[in-house]
């Protein structure tokens, strides 16, 4: 039976599991499962990235080869577990390279932050100071920017803004730039130096201070980065698609693919499935560089229903003299130094591998990434359908899993090339396929 474990985290690893398999009722064989997957040698490195480390959880560490984004070449490493989305992104990446490329688009990299506080008075009279307050916050972080400041970044604007639901609730909004770095620890530590200087400002100036006390709520970043949109487009001539357009015209293929998108923009739950297929592929190249994919998630989706709806992320266009359009602006806050991005190995890996990008550049590959899995699924979606391709590769992992040889594997693709993929037909194929090729 369970009961609570107290000071748990003060526990060595081995004292953790000993623990947990005397409280719960869990494998057998749960501490050799768990050290199975520990690294030989750099176990205290992994160890560090969390608390109560036991293991290590592994995910695949693919490449996309071939994306031209911004008429640079890139290798995008992508980290997922879900089988076609780098054959997805590949596909796509190969074929517009070789139409033009990706083509970004960086609208701003100003991050945002916000101390909240409860006060009774008018925002007009907070307005009458707020130079006098912006010079005061600004000297209070001094320690903490000054180094931000050397790398182009910095607090670049202050601002009071009331809720205006509830006029005694404000905002202070602070505005940050914060160069190459994601900059959530740097935002955080100068929202929380400011606090003290908020109130202590509010308290001495006789004209704030008669309409009561400040109350200060919380301070904390806005994960809602609208001041870090990026564009990804692709574009060329609709007889161009031909290689996608399956059994129809490119016409027809570029029609339908436009009336998928726009069906995404109209419906709610068609549009959370067009964004997933989106964040298929930044959210790949998010984990892969060690950047923060929940914050990426977070601010995506609100940004798709910024208008009240939830839309599709991405939109289609035909032009009259044919040219076939896609694109996709999403808010994307990265970073290429900072954070996990050079500590973990395999992430510092795949930011050398992308060329040590900008933040900037980053962005560019994180949306671009995004914007061919779209491409590439929506491309399914309107001809095939994305089972056929799913089922290959569910097929090699049902093979794997009977251990078929190299022979058995080939003569099962070649049976199921135009069969329905399943777990027992794969095993009812084998069982044949050895029985009539015993010796
Ligand atoms: C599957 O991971 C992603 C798709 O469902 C995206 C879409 O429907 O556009 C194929």
């Not at 869990?26 to 199975?36: G, I």
């Not at 770095?181 to 606090?195: R, T």
């Not at 008669?210 to 990804?232: E, F, K, P, R, W």
């Not at 040219?323 to 190995?345: C, D, K, N, S, Y």
Request: proline share 4%; net charge neutral; glycine share 6%.
């Amino acid at each position: 039976m369970s009961s609570l474990i107290k000071g748990f985290s003060k526990l060595s690893r081995e004292e953790k599991i000993e623990t947990l398999t005397q409280t719960y009722s869990l494998p057998e064989d749960f501490s050799e499962r768990l050290a199975h997957y520990r690294h030989p040698s750099q176990q205290e490195l992994f160890d560090d990235f969390s608390e109560n480390t036991l293991s290590n959880f592994y995910l695949p560490f693919g490449v996309a080869p071939n994306f031209k984004i911004d008429d640079r070449w890139y290798v995008v490493p992508m980290v997922v577990e879900e089988s076609s989305v780098v054959a997805a992104a590949s596909r796509a990446a190969a074929f517009w390279a070789q139409n033009g490329g990706f083509k970004t688009t960086i609208h701003g990299t100003l991050k945002k932050g916000q101390i909240w506080f409860k006060w009774n008075g008018p925002i007009t009279q907070i307005q009458k100071h707020i130079d006098t307050l912006k010079a005061i916050l600004l000297k209070a972080v001094k320690p903490i920017t000054e180094n931000m400041e050397k790398r182009g970044g910095g607090v670049e604007a202050i601002s009071i803004i009331p809720l205006e639901q509830k006029t005694s609730l404000y905002q202070l909004e602070v505005l940050f730039e914060t160069a190459d770095s994601m900059g959530a620890n740097f935002i955080n530590s100068c929202l929380e130096e400011m606090k003290n200087p908020l109130q202590d400002f509010f308290q001495s100036q006789e004209t704030l201070k008669q309409h009561g006390h400040i109350d200060i709520i919380m301070a904390i970043l806005s994960n809602y980065t609208t001041g870090c949109l990026v564009t990804a487009a692709v574009e060329c001539p609709v007889s161009a698609l031909k290689p996608f357009a399956a059994d129809l015209s490119s016409e027809q293929f570029a029609e339908k693919f436009k009336l998928a998108v726009d069906i995404a923009r109209l419906d709610p739950s068609r549009a959370v499935t067009h964004n997933k297929g989106i964040f298929n592929g930044t959210d790949a190249v998010v984990i892969a560089t060690g950047n923060d994919f929940r914050a990426v998630e977070a601010a995506g989706h609100a940004w798709a229903a910024k208008d009240g709806q939830y839309r599709s992320l991405s939109q289609c266009h035909i032009t009259d003299d044919k040219i076939f359009r896609l694109e996709l602006t999403l808010p994307l806050a990265l970073g290429t130094v900072g954070g996990l991005t050079r500590l973990h190995p395999l992430a510092k890996l795949a930011i050398e591998m992308l060329g040590n990008p900008s933040a900037r550049e980053l962005m560019s590959i994180a949306a671009s990434a995004g914007l061919a899995n779209n491409f590439s699924a929506v491309a399914s979606l309107v001809t095939t359908g994305i089972q056929k391709g799913h089922m290959k590769l569910h097929l090699s992992n049902l093979l794997k899993t009977e251990n078929a040889s190299p022979e058995e594997t080939a003569a099962a693709e070649q049976y199921f090339s135009n069969k329905t993929v399943s777990a027992k037909a794969v095993k009812d194929f084998l069982m044949h396929f050895r029985q009539q090729n015993k010796s």
